[in-house]
């Protein structure tokens, strides 16, 4: 039986507009603007439709975007685009931190270049400065994220600062303070010398320094014992108020009740005993500072030590440092270390590592201190923040980040609040008098004032003072679920009832206790609720050789050049194949060249197919089988898609989306059904063609949003209500494995096929007779093999000549030998190949003969190693048989 190639007759031709080359730029301006134009971003609340909310990590009011944004928005984008095609009324909430530390920083920066300090100006006419900068560089970065294409409802645009979140924040502070919950305290803090202002733990890095260790000599007083003290920080000697000792440690249980005096500064000092001292570090004694150490800070409290402040604001040393008054720190420790040699107060010195503490947001060498600050109490707010968590009502992707959150908030200890800053939300605490508990707190100086009269205490509005900090830049984070639809304010609003509990947050898991633990604990605190329902920890965005982007090793490239280089759509698609959930992602820009090259793959597809003739004739068998292969394809693609994004694996879900496109429909669909040259195309083919395009594009959108509109809309003219970005997302159907699985062996007989042309040096052009040494209903799909491979089948025959034998599966081709093939080489290869075969036929006896292998493993392994002996040893047979 013998199946040629068919044939077919061109009738008509379709006019084509298409440029020939995709132009990212033009395509992504026009599209950008018509979805602006119409709407489509935009959601008010709908008792038909169900929300489906997220809201922006807000990035910094002056902040520019980086690769980290780029890849946390992007994920963001595909979410909600793909919720709002799944008939979803999807609210995406944009907006910006006011950023105290690092604004803050900028305008004192920029005013420091005038010769002048906010001090001089002071605090109206520096926030009128701070506010003219926020102006003139806010809200850069949202005109960037669309040029990635994100598609934020803009109109709901929030700052952390606007009227309704500033009162937002107050009324929260008030309400918490009413409940007991914020106080006011003298504790250890961070201090940041360079912002001037205290840090929480969380906004202290610790990083591995080279420094010294410096070991002290203490004399005992009324003796000529000396006690050697080793400390890394020699300066701070002008605060000690005590030497410390192991009560197990017998070397100095003889300075029980006894004194030390501290050197240069010759102050007498108790000797005091605890167990907190490690008898292995240094010489087993500690000097005690409490002002300037965290444990010394809880040694001074438990043995009731005095505590000196040595440093001023700028960590100069104050007139407790004597000589060295109004040096800094560093100086001091490099001028100390050599008047103490002088004085032979100094036995040694030591190299030594150690981690120091170092603002996240300035880079500076962090003070402890003890300061009078604002603390709000977490104990009670994190239980029921915990619980949502472990008990998976509220689920991490990737789960490990469970065990993180669980152990800070098994541990949690006092959040404080203030900030001895100028930009930011005031403390809304005012004071009437000189005693430290002279204050009363109100959302405003009026309610203060009426609040004080209904105590008793008369006091004009200009003699009630408003503390000077402001609140941390978390505490108004913390509420931006709630407060971006005024849900602090106004509790039973229509848009927190209707969009509230948001969906998910897409964020790094850097600020997983800054940001995600609180927004939880404020939602359970405020609305006795979750605040979403998935948080998605994306990775930190590293270059090749896995290093952090920074601008300061030049590593991190320009977002919006590589857009310019590779196209909006191109650069998503990079982001997204480094991608996965809470892993690192190792970024290359060969990545985006592959999204680019994605971006012209589907666009020449497109060109193609709009380039057939299509002729009014009946669908022929070729067409017929190839659309139903694809179809079951497509359906069995889109369950795969839809798990991913059930487990927010968003880079597999591309990821399967991507080989779809490229392999399945342009590499072997639109190979199959393209007319041969000179011939046309039924249109019911052609139609069901562009129904397959149709629904590619809709998958595609979420992640590649401009092409995917430009083509849609160039298939033929659509109106406003039929734009992609709206068009709904297809469904999966029930699709057979089996005629996936036939049209596998096809896709296996055509590459084996052409396997041996390309090994053989046989033009694709030359048509093949192959004899199929098998029954003709083994084979399926045999007028696609034909076509594509160009080649004839032949059953029930052998060739009269000599021939080579190929293997597909179980299925034996015979091809005759080409007039151009070199008989004896062939038969080399042969040779070498058996050779190669029983070589590893061996290996895999090896395995099959080892009983424990044969018991422990799992049966399908076991199978497969059966599987791989029997297909080595049918392939021996044939080349065997061949020789």
């Not at 997204?576 to 992602?585: C, E, I, K, Q, T």
């Not at 008989?823 to 895999?844: M, N, P, T």
Request: proline share 4%; charged share 30%.
């Amino acid at each position: 039986m013998h199946l040629p190639n068919s044939k077919s007759v061109p009738k008509m031709s379709i006019e084509q507009n298409i440029s020939k080359k995709y132009n990212p730029k033009e395509v992504e301006e026009k599209w950008y603007e018509y979805w602006l134009q119409n709407e489509y971003f935009r959601s008010e609340p709908n008792s038909e439709k169900k929300p489906y909310t997220i809201v922006i990590p807000p990035p910094n009011v002056t902040g520019v975007l980086h690769m980290g944004h780029m890849l946390n928005n992007t994920l963001q984008d595909v979410i909600i685009r793909r919720a709002r095609m799944q008939g979803y009324n999807a609210c995406w909430v944009p907006g910006t931190d006011h950023a105290s530390i690092a604004t803050e920083a900028k305008v004192v920066n920029k005013l420091k270049e005038q010769g002048v300090s906010k001090y001089d100006i002071g605090r109206d006419k520096f926030l009128e400065e701070a506010w003219n900068w926020t102006h003139k560089h806010g809200g850069i970065i949202l005109e960037q994220l669309k040029k990635l294409g994100c598609s934020c409802d803009w109109q709901r645009t929030k700052f952390t600062l606007d009227k309704d979140m500033s009162d937002s924040v107050i009324k929260m502070f008030v309400k918490l303070y009413e409940q007991g919950l914020i106080y006011r305290g003298n504790k250890m803090i961070n201090w940041d010398p360079e912002a001037k202002t205290n840090i929480s733990d969380e906004e202290v890095n610790y990083i591995e320094k080279q420094g010294k260790l410096y070991f002290l000599k203490y004399k005992v007083v009324d003796s000529d014992e000396y006690i050697v003290v080793a400390t890394t920080r020699p300066e701070t000697i002008f605060g000690d108020t005590a030497v410390c000792f192991n009560p197990n440690d017998e070397r100095y249980l003889h300075l029980k009740g006894k004194k030390l005096i501290v050197p240069i500064v010759n102050r007498e000092v108790p000797a005091i005993f605890d167990e907190y001292v490690d008898l292995e570090f240094g010489t087993g004694s500690l000097k005690v500072t409490p002002c300037h150490d965290i444990n010394d800070y809880e040694l001074g409290k438990k043995h009731q030590l005095e505590s000196i402040d040595i440093f001023d604001d700028n960590a100069s040393l104050n007139e407790y440092g004597l000589h060295y008054k109004g040096k800094d720190r560093f100086e001091v420790r490099k001028l100390i270390e050599k008047e103490l040699k002088e004085k032979d107060l100094l036995e040694k010195v030591e190299n030594y590592t150690n981690k120091v503490g170092t603002s996240e947001r300035t880079g500076a060498v962090i003070e402890p201190k003890i300061s009078v600050q604002w603390f709000l109490k977490m104990k009670d707010l994190a239980k029921p923040a915990l619980d949502v968590v472990m008990n998976e009502e509220l689920k991490f992707y990737p789960q490990n980040y469970k065990n993180t959150y669980r152990h800070w908030m098994e541990n949690i200890y006092d959040w404080n609040i203030s900030r001895q800053l100028w930009w930011g939300h005031q403390i809304p605490a005012y004071y009437y008098g000189n005693g430290q508990n002279d204050f009363v707190v109100a959302t405003s100086k009026d309610e203060a004032i009426s609040k004080l009269e209904e105590l008793g205490i008369a006091i004009s509005s200009d003699e009630l003072k408003q503390d000077n900090d402001v609140l941390d830049t978390w505490f108004s984070s913390w509420l931006w679920p709630i407060s971006v639809f005024d849900g602090v304010n106004n509790p039973d609003n229509e848009e927190i009832n209707y969009y509230y509990p948001t969906q998910d947050l897409v964020t790094g898991p850097d600020i997983i206790f800054f940001w995600v633990a609180r927004m939880i604990m404020a939602g359970y605190s405020l609305r006795d609720e979750m605040p979403f329902k998935n948080v998605y920890f994306t990775g930190i965005v590293r270059d090749k050789q896995g290093r952090k982007m920074s601008k300061q090793l030049g590593n991190s490239p320009d977002p919006i050049e590589l857009m310019k280089e590779y196209g909006a759509d191109g650069v998503r698609v990079g982001m997204l194949m480094s991608s996965s959930a809470g892993n690192d992602l190792k970024f290359d820009i060969d990545l985006c060249l592959q999204g680019r090259n994605f971006a012209n793959k589907i666009w020449n597809a497109f060109r193609l197919i709009k380039g057939w003739k299509i002729e009014e004739k009946e669908i022929d068998t070729i067409h017929t089988n190839a659309i139903d292969w694809f179809t079951n394809r497509f359906n069995e693609v889109l369950v795969e898609i839809d798990d991913h994004f059930s487990k927010y694996r968003i880079s597999d879900a591309l990821l399967s989306l991507y080989k779809l496109i490229w392999e399945d429909f342009c590499s072997w669909y639109l190979e199959i059904v393209k007319p041969n040259f000179g011939e046309s195309i039924s249109k019911e083919a052609y139609d069901k063609t562009i129904q397959i395009l149709e629904n590619l594009l809709k998958t595609l959108h979420p992640f590649m949003p401009f092409i995917t509109e430009d083509l849609w809309q160039s298939i033929q003219k659509r109106e406003k209500n039929e734009a992609i970005i709206i068009s709904e997302y297809p469904l999966s159907t029930e699709y057979s494995k089996e005629k996936i699985k036939e049209f596998d062996f096809t896709k296996e007989f055509v590459s084996s096929v052409r396997n041996y042309r390309q090994t053989k040096g046989i033009s694709p052009k030359e048509n093949l007779q192959i004899y199929v040494q098998n029954d003709s209903s083994e084979i399926s799909n045999q007028l696609i093999i034909s076509k594509i491979a160009n080649c004839e089948l032949i059953f029930g025959e052998k060739p009269q000549v000599e021939s080579f034998s190929v293997l597909v599966g179980k299925i034996e081709l015979l091809i005759p030998v080409s007039e151009n093939i070199d008989v004896e080489k062939e038969k080399q290869k042969a040779k070498e190949e058996i050779d190669y075969l029983k070589g590893f036929l061996k290996s895999v006896d090896k395995k099959l003969s080892n009983e424990k292998f044969v018991q422990n493993a799992k049966p399908e392994v076991v199978a497969n190693e059966r599987k791989k002996k029997e297909d080595a040893e049918e392939k021996i047979r044939i080349l065997e048989s061949q020789l």
